[in-house]
Structure formats: C-alpha cells, structure tokens
C-alpha cells in the first residue's frame, strides 16, 4: 500500500490554517490534526495546576503525559493559553514528547483515512518533512489580530481590546519565529499563501489549485 498522503500547513497565529486545513480534509477524505491543540493543551494543563509554563521540568512531565482527553472540556482557545502554549513550544523536551503524537497521526491517520492534513508551524519542516504537498498560509498582522480579534468577541463580547490581541499576536510570532527549536518558518519547498485581501472560499480555491498540481490523481 501506498505511504499515506500527508498535506502540511503551516503559518502564524489566526493566518487562516485551521479553517483552510479542516475543508481540505473534508474535501480529500483526510484526516486532520491541529498541532497547536496539543501545545495548547500543555500550555493549559500547566496554567491550571498553577505552573509556570516555562519551567522546564514541569512542562516536560506535563508533555509527558498529556492526553487530548485531559482537555475535552476545557477552554483551549483563549489568549492567556495561547501564550502559555508558546511558552511550553521553545523547550525542546516537550516538543519532542508531541513529536512523538503528531507522527503517529501522520504515519496511521486514524479511521483507516489515507492520509491527513496537519497544522502548526513546524510541519513541513520538522513533524512531516516529506509531506508531498506544504502550504504556509499567512497574512498581515494587523489583519490576523482583527480575525482573531473578531473570534473572540463572538465568543464573550466583555473579551479584551483590539489592542490587547494585537500585542500578543506580535509576540507570540515573534517568540514562535525566533526559537531555537522548530521555529515558524516556510520549508524551501512550501507554498506560501498570503491571505490577506482572501476570504476562505478564494483561500481554499488557491490551495486546491496548487495541490492538483503538485498531486498525482
Ligand atoms: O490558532 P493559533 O494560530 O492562534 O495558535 P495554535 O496553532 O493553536 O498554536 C498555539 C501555539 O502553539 C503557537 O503560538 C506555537 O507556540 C505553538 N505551536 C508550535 O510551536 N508548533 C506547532 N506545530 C503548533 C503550535
Ligand atoms: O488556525 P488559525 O489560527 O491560523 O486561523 P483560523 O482559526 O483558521 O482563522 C481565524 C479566523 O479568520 C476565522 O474566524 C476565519 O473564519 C477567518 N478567516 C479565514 O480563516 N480565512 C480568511 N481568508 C479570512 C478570514
């Protein structure tokens, strides 16, 4: 049997991968895993047993032994864990503890599926770095911070300012670009997909366009 097809995607905070990624499962009949889940599970799992997620010791064991159930219930989708994940994400010990998860995932995609796709921001470059298809999806800042922004006043309008998710936007890419380990960047291979004048459905349309190109039928 043929290895299965993997589809990478990648880019900064609110650029739009997720919401891309879970069409082109749909559409392919894949799999799909959001890495960031997993950081961001940690990161919760730290902030609620009142760790400091940059101790690395007690990230490490967190890492160790997370399970996706630990976090079934729990508000994953908030700033204060976003920064917690990108807290936990520069320390190599507890990225190596998901690698382990995410390629798994990758190698066996669950429900007999053929392949899958994966976000985050290191996997065409580290988790899936022969994946035959990378996308590396970004945005200007300012607009991502308004998406973002906009999702989080859906959710519970007393949220925060626009200014406020603007800021941690910029440092949580920054500390993401700028780590030693796996840092957020395009493998030379990707195709980058700029989607800041896009709405989803042209955003979907410009990667299907790619990976038909880049996929044999
Ligand atoms: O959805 P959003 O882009 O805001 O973030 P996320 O994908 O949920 O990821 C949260 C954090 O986890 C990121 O800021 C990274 O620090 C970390 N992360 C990572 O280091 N590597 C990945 N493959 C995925 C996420
Ligand atoms: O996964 P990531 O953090 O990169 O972003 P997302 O959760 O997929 O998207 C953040 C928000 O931007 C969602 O509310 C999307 O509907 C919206 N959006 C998008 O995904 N793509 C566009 N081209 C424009 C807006």
Redesign the pocket.
């Known amino acids: 049997p043929s290895p299965p097809l993997i589809i990478a995607v990648d880019?900064?905070?609110?650029?739009?991968?997720?919401?891309?990624?879970?069409r082109l499962a749909a559409y392919y009949g894949l799999a799909y895993l959001?890495t960031?889940m997993l950081y961001r599970g940690v990161g919760w799992v730290m902030l609620s047993r009142q760790l400091d997620p940059r101790r690395v010791d007690d990230a490490e064991a967190a890492a160790r032994a997370f399970s996706l159930d630990d976090i079934a219930d729990a508000d994953i989708r908030t700033p204060d864990v976003g920064r917690a994940a990108s807290q936990v994400a520069v320390q190599p010990p507890v990225r190596a503890a998901l690698l382990t998860y995410q390629r798994r995932f990758a190698a066996a995609p669950p429900n007999g599926l053929r392949g899958a796709v994966l976000?985050g921001r290191d996997i065409g470059t580290v988790v899936c770095p022969d994946a035959p298809v990378k996308l590396y999806?970004t945005?200007d800042t300012e607009v991502?911070a308004h998406?973002?922004w906009?999702?989080l006043m859906a959710r519970d309008a007393r949220s925060l300012s626009f200014e406020n998710v603007l800021e941690d936007i910029r440092r949580r890419d920054a500390r993401d670009a700028g780590r030693e380990e796996a840092p957020m960047r395009p493998a030379a291979d990707a195709v980058i997909i700029d989607?800041t004048t896009?709405?989803?459905d042209?955003?979907f349309a410009r990667a299907l366009r790619e990976i038909d190109r880049r996929l044999p039928s």
Do not use: H, M, W
């Open positions: 880019g900064p905070a609110a650029s739009g991968k997720g919401t891309l990624s879970r959001d960031g976000d999806v945005a991502r998406r973002r906009s999702e989607t896009l709405d989803p042209e955003v």
